[in-house]
């Protein structure tokens, strides 16, 4: 299954590569001859425009997040037009959105931000579709709507293709937030060839928020139905590997397709949830941090901790979910508590009240859903001892781990496993290093991802355990430093 799946993708993405060295060129290099969006415009005056050329897909992508887009800094001040309204309340980068004013649907007040927390009352823009790009570009740089000062001739014309040529008016396509009349089937063929290597069987591997509300590839379908559309034609702004699907000339009806197969999917994903809120819930529900330590903390002197690691359940269960009778049986992190392992058998309402309970009670950090998906992760925690050696060498292939590492991992981590640096101090912390280090913490985030970060949970692949150990035996052989 997965060696089809990744062959595939392979497939797909050197499709996209032929596709973005034919039709990107123009943005590249300004041929005359290769100006798509210009030249199509319906060129009725006798003195025709100049063509504009440019990158429409890059002019989506900026329309979404042009700061993101361009790594600048965001303006010191909102954008001036911003206080000529009162029911929005963001402030700072947000005001300087186009989709922030304009919406996702590109009705403004007309549309979905005719109410709600977004609510604008500014004009669409869907009205310009089909103009000439010249005039767009020209609205682009006047009076208090002047983003010259903070984008270049390009970025603007990119934008000014973008709004000429390549909005989709939803209208007919979406009612109620629900996809009207698409064909879910053939949206998960789409899927499958585009998303799912990233996003996952049924798009619960990345987790766009926080544990205290988690948002997924379905969720995302389900709420903005505008904004998954926008971002499934033109890609999400520094994630450069997500495709562009206006780059596969997939037609309007498509993409409902795809939305209405997006919408068919779960929005939370238990298990993982539970695994990364045992690893660190402080950090994966982005919640304060801790003043006191756990109150069981003071029953034990080995570990010299304090705050929040006090409290994270790991740490006083251990990774391998052996507390005392496990690794943490020594060492720096020794706790002497008991495991969870033991316990996996229990009724969940009975672990639950574990949770809820005298010196034990986490209910006035957790809510329920939480603590039920702790108690979900809890129930089906396994012995990890079959799978990592004392010595901390693992049972794995190395040769599939970088098979899978290579088409997971490296987008993100790099092939050496070194573009992010996880030690928060003087030292280097890469993939590598706590491969060798903590093979159990690796595993544990490898199954279910990193608590608060955009990270694959791998238990949502279509992965079993050995893949994941082929991974991580292979990462295993990553510089350390
Ligand atoms: C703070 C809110 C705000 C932001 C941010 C904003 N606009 Fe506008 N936009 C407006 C308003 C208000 C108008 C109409 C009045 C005007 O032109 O000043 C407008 C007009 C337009 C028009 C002309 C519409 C027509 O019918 O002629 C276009 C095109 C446009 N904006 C595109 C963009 C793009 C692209 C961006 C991002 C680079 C952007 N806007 C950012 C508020 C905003
Ligand atoms: C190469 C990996 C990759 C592929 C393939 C991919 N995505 Fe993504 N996608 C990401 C990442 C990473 C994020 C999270 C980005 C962030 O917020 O930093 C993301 C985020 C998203 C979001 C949410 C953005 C937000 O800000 O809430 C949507 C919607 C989305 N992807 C749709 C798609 C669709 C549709 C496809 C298939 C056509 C697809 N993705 C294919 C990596 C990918
Ligand atoms: C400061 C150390 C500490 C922390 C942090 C901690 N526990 Fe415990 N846990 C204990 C101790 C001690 C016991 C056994 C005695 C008791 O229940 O009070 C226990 C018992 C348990 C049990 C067994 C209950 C039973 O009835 O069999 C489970 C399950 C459990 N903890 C899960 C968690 C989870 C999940 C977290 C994180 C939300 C967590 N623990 C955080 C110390 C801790
Ligand atoms: C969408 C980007 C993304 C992808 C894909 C991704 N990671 Fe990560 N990974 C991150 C981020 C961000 C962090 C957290 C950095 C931090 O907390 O400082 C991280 C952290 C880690 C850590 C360190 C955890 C720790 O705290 O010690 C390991 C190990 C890791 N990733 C391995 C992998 C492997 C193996 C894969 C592929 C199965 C993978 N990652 C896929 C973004 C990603």
């Known amino acids: 299954m997965n060696k089809r799946v ?3 993708f392979f497939i797909v993405l050197g499709l996209m590569l032929v596709v973005a060295a034919c039709g990107g060129q123009a943005t590249k290099a300004p041929a005359a001859a290769e100006a798509p969006a210009a030249t199509e415009a319906p060129v009725a005056a006798t003195e025709a425009p100049v063509a504009l050329s440019g990158d429409p897909i890059r002019g989506g992508l900026l329309y979404d997040d042009w700061v993101k887009v361009l790594g600048v800094e965001t303006p010191a001040e909102n954008q001036v037009l911003w206080a000529t309204q009162t029911t929005n309340t963001r402030s700072g980068k947000d005001t300087w959105r186009c989709k922030e004013c304009h919406g996702w649907d590109y009705k ?5 931000y005719g109410g709600g927390s977004h609510q604008t009352g500014f004009v669409g823009v869907l009205q310009v579709a089909g103009t000439d790009a010249n005039e767009i570009l020209a609205a682009l740089k006047t009076g208090d709507h002047d983003f010259s000062a903070q984008m270049d001739d390009q970025a603007l014309t990119d934008i000014a293709l973008f709004l ?7 209208a007919a396509f979406i009612a109620e937030k629900k996809a009207v009349g698409g064909d879910a089937a053939n949206g998960e ?6 998303c799912v290597d990233c996003h996952g069987p049924e798009g619960l591997v990345l987790n766009f928020a926080d544990e205290t509300g988690p948002e997924y590839f379905g969720t995302i379908a389900i709420d903005n139905p505008w904004e998954f559309v926008h971002k499934a034609r033109f890609g999400q702004p520094q994630v450069a590997d997500m495709p562009a699907l206006v780059d596969l000339g997939l037609t309007d009806q498509e993409y409902i397709d795809l939305l209405a197969y997006a919408q068919t ?3 939370s994903s238990p298990v993982a949830e539970g695994g990364r809120l045992y690893d660190n819930w402080i950090a994966a529900t982005g919640a304060a941090d801790m003043t006191e330590n756990q109150p069981l903390w003071a029953t034990q002197t080995t570990n010299t901790r304090t705050g929040n690691d006090t409290w994270r359940c790991k740490e006083c269960h251990g990774w391998d979910f052996k507390g005392v009778d496990g690794r943490y049986a020594e060492g720096s992190h020794a706790t002497g508590f008991v495991g969870v392992l033991a316990s996996k058998d229990k009724p969940a309402e009975e672990l639950l ?8 009670d986490f209910s006035a950090y957790l809510s329920d859903d939480q603590l039920n998906s702790i108690v979900a992760f809890v129930q089906q925690v396994e012995d990890i001892a079959p799978y990592i050696n004392d010595d901390k060498t693992v049972n794995g292939d190395a040769v599939n781990g970088k098979v899978l590492y290579e088409s997971n991992c490296q987008a993100c981590h790099a092939e050496d496993g070194k573009a992010v640096d996880f030690d928060d101090g003087e030292g280097v912390e890469f993939v590598g290093t706590v491969a060798a280090d903590n093979p159990w913490e690796v595993l544990s985030k490898l199954q279910n991802g990193q608590p608060g970060a955009i990270m694959t949970a791998g238990r949502n692949m279509d992965w079993t355990t050995q893949d994941l150990l082929d991974i991580l035996t292979y990462i295993q052989t990553l510089p350390i430093e």
């Open 6 to 8: 990744f062959s595939l």
């Open 108 to 112: 403004g007040v007309e549309g979905a």
């Open 164 to 170: 000429s040529d390549n909005m989709l008016d939803s």
């Open 189 to 194: 063929t789409i899927y499958t060839e585009n």
């Open 265 to 267: 999917l779960p929005t």
């Open 353 to 360: 009240a574990s949770m809820k309970t005298g010196d034990h």
